[in-house]
């Protein structure tokens, strides 16, 4: 079946430092999202990504979606402790969305 | 105002008990999803409703049983609790599927 896997597993950075993650599909992705968890939270929509090579920005963080479009990044520049959490990627399938295995990111002041 | 709403928020229960989980949404969105998040995090979809009607039923045990009374409601019930089940359930709505999705708090379910 469809797998989507996220690197790395966990993070550690300096406060300022930036911070990347990538997602990768086992599959051609119609679309992909990307969701951020606080330490006992629940998932928050961060953004969509469609079309080919899309590059989307918000503030500190930048969106990438590969040309091919079965992975995609996600780039925090400048990183600051509110930045703490798990970051999921979510490929689309047939009317669900398989979730990656997540990046944790912890962000020491 | 929430917009989706899950009850209880804490479940705690002995392996062989039935429990229910509830979900509201008053985003007025038509589609419904259950998650379930284990110990490391990972988040897997159990099943989605699109206006009432059941379109996801991954590989999940049939003591697991989905119920949509309605557009705005998709409950959860478990027959015959095990310690496996023991996770974070959530709940998510969104306008339609693929569209983005809105999260739940949370039931943290714990079997002992």
């Known amino acids: 079946g469809q797998q989507v896997m996220q690197i790395p597993q966990y993070q550690h950075v300096q406060e300022g430092e930036d911070f990347t993650t990538y997602c990768n599909s086992s599959?051609?992705?119609?679309?992909i999202q990307w969701y951020k968890q606080r330490p006992g939270g629940h998932p928050v929509f961060l953004i969509q990504?469609?079309?080919?090579?899309e590059v989307k920005k918000q503030k500190r963080l930048t969106f990438q979606f590969g040309e091919a479009k079965k992975n995609s990044s996600l780039h925090i520049t400048a990183t600051q402790t509110t930045d703490v959490g798990t970051y999921f990627c979510?490929?689309?399938?047939?009317?669900?969305?398989?979730f990656g295995t997540g990046t944790r990111l912890k962000v020491l002041a | 105002d929430t917009a989706v709403s899950q009850t209880p928020k804490y479940l705690v229960t002995q392996m062989g008990n039935d429990k229910s989980i509830k979900c509201e949404q008053n985003?007025?969105?038509?589609?419904m999803y259950w998650y379930k998040q284990d110990s490391k995090k990972f988040l897997k979809i159990m099943f989605s409703?699109?206006?009432?009607?059941?379109?996801i039923n991954e590989t999940v045990p049939n003591r697991f049983s989905p119920k949509s009374p309605d557009k705005a409601h998709l409950n959860l019930h478990i027959n015959s609790l095990e310690l496996g089940d023991s996770a974070v359930y959530f709940c998510?709505?969104?306008?339609?599927?693929?569209?983005?999705?809105?999260f739940g708090p949370g039931t943290r379910l714990t079997v002992t």
């Open positions: 998510a709505s969104s306008q339609e599927p693929g569209y983005e999705q809105y």
């Open positions: 979510a490929g689309a399938g047939t009317y669900k969305y398989i």
């Open positions: 990504l469609v079309k080919s090579g």
């Open positions: 409703y699109n206006n009432k009607e059941l379109i």
């Open positions: 599959t051609t992705l119609s679309n």
């Open positions: 985003l007025g969105h038509d589609t």
